[in-house]
């Protein structure tokens, strides 16, 4: 999926089966023209734009009983990649996927969070 930021793609995990599909793509790779006219799902869609990346996102969904959302929450921040570790991914994932899908996905970000 990195390799292709057109694409909306799932990845799904339900114990040890894991799968992932390609959906279609984002309308942010769509000519706005061809999008649908309802008034109602262009509002939907204008809720989730970001002005760097569309509609692009990620979501991830827990599905279960007794679980702490609280602390969940707290773990998964603890994750998020900040400041010069950021760029130290940067830099990484430079040499995994190639500069050119590099600066399509990652670059604007970096940029805005360098400050």
Not at 89 to 105: D, E, N, P, S
Request: proline residues 4%; positive net charge.
């Amino acid at each position: 999926m990195a390799t292709r930021p057109e694409w909306v793609g799932e990845l799904s995990q339900a114990g040890a089966i894991v799968r992932t599909t390609g959906l279609g793509f984002w309308w942010a790779n769509i000519p706005a023209e061809r999008w649908p006219n309802d008034p109602n799902w262009r509002q939907s869609l204008k809720k989730n734009w970001n002005g760097i990346y569309g509609d692009r996102r990620q979501e991830i969904v827990f599905i279960g009983t007794d679980m702490d959302e609280v602390n969940l929450r707290r773990r998964l921040d603890a994750c998020l990649v900040k400041g010069k570790t950021l760029a130290l991914a940067v830099a990484v994932a430079v040499l995994f996927l190639g500069i050119g899908t590099l600066l399509c996905l990652a670059l604007p970000r970096l940029l805005s969070h360098a400050a």
